[in-house]
């Protein structure tokens, strides 16, 4: 079987704690403090709550109990981190080829030529970028280079934070595949280490194993990163096709549970998410769908379908929960909620039939969320939000400086 290996040189732009960093560029003042962002519980904060044992997916109490008290805590501003991501990767566009945004933090670009052309080193280029995208919007970024993308995603994680590693080197590679558990490879989850256990214990184990046995015991995804290991590029994230749909969703692998209120207050935070960032791009949506996965990690979707094209916030926010209301069962334990919106079209005002009453037009829902997104994104943080769902409860992620609108 012959693949052939790839000559490209690539890398993996992450930002260090990217909510935390984005809050510190808003306030300067937080600068050196013990900063945390989340809602129930962390989903970023500063390397020195990191040194004191805090990290992604800890519980507020425990994390306050860890830091004594002594912290900075803050709710996500989701649109503000977006702009700031589409800020910092629309700048790497201008620096690099082919550019593939994995997240909203992490993005992959192909660097093959460029040193020569300006007739500097490798890691000089990728010093110049790294500080290039600390001084112009005060983000730290670690990069990891390598011939395919998924080494480059491995390799960034190396020397965080604000780190660089290039690995083109075979012998330090070799010894380096050596150290890192089997784990360490992207997208390898629980279930399939535990498939590995016997087989891999490391990163070097796991591109020993035959690649027709792997094939046969896990299957393509797995071969697809054995590939990737050995220097075939095999990945891609492009997004040629006009988008379709938009997703947010979360494991919380250590908080696998069956708390109805906790996976409430992770489908509202993850549709408030996803529906700016549709209501950004002008979209209407079709489609709304609930995603759970369950503690075995069999992954369910439950869709609901809109009469019509909608911007209505009410309306789809209602849709998404009376799916949870129907399908949560108090007795199956989840590891992961999500939102997908879906079928979208581009916006267009309505003209609206006189001997119909709406008392909430399809074009006012337009113009209040135009209104609010320019509001929040002038003055750089979540002033107005709204503030009860369709059942008139209290939604608890709604940050404290917000005004409610009801």
């Known amino acids: 079987m012959l693949f052939h290996t790839s000559q490209k040189i690539r890398i993996h732009l992450d930002c260090d704690s990217f909510f935390a960093s984005a809050e510190i560029v808003k306030n300067p003042a937080l600068k050196g403090k013990l900063v945390c962002v989340g809602r129930e519980i962390i989903l970023a904060c500063t390397y020195n709550c990191k040194a004191l044992g805090v990290k992604t997916g800890t519980p507020i109490w425990e994390a ?49 030529g460029i040193p020569e052309y300006y007739g500097i080193s490798l890691k000089n280029l990728l010093l110049r970028l790294q500080q290039e995208i600390l001084t112009k919007f005060g983000i730290p970024v670690s990069i990891g280079c390598a011939e395919t993308r998924l080494k480059a995603k491995m390799y960034s994680k190396i020397n965080k934070p604000f780190g660089i590693y290039i690995g083109f080197d075979a ?59 050995r220097g075939v590029n095999m990945m891609s994230f492009k997004k040629d096709s006009p988008i379709q749909s938009s997703s947010r969703s979360r494991s919380f692998n250590h908080q696998i549970n069956h708390d109805k209120d906790f996976l409430q207050t992770e489908l509202h935070t993850h549709f408030e998410s996803v529906f700016w960032e549709v209501m950004k791009k002008n979209f209407m949506v079709k489609k709304a769908s609930l995603m759970l996965r369950t503690r075995d990690f069999q992954t369910l979707y439950f869709t609901i379908s809109f009469p019509n094209h909608t911007n209505n916030r009410v309306e789809i926010y209602r849709g998404l929960c009376q799916l949870f209301e129907r399908y949560f069962d108090e007795n199956m334990w989840y590891r992961s909620v999500g939102v997908v919106l879906s079928e979208f079209r581009n916006y267009l005002p309505m003209q609206q039939n006189l ?15 135009k209104t609010m997104e320019h509001i929040n994104k002038k003055l750089g943080k979540h002033v107005l939000a709204f503030g009860t769902d369709w059942l008139g409860k209290k939604i608890s992620s709604v940050p404290k400086e917000a005004k409610r609108i009801f």
């Open 64 to 112: 306050e109990r860890m830091l004594k008290g002594k912290w900075v805590f803050l709710s996500p501003s989701m649109e503000y981190y977006s702009e700031l991501s589409y800020q910092i990767f629309g700048y790497l566009e201008t620096k690099t080829i082919d550019i593939e945004v994995f997240s909203i933090d992490e993005a992959f670009c192909e660097v093959t």
């Open 171 to 229: 012998e330090r590679e070799k010894a380096l595949f050596s150290s890192l558990p089997v784990g360490s490879i992207p997208f390898i989850g629980r279930r399939y280490q535990e498939r590995l256990k016997y087989q891999a214990k490391s990163v070097r184990d796991f591109i020993q194993i035959g690649f027709w046995n792997l094939k046969r015991d896990i299957g393509k995804p797995a071969t697809d990163l054995w590939l990737e290991l």
């Open 355 to 369: 001997f119909e009453f709406r008392p909430h037009t399809q074009e006012q829902y337009y113009q209040l969320g």
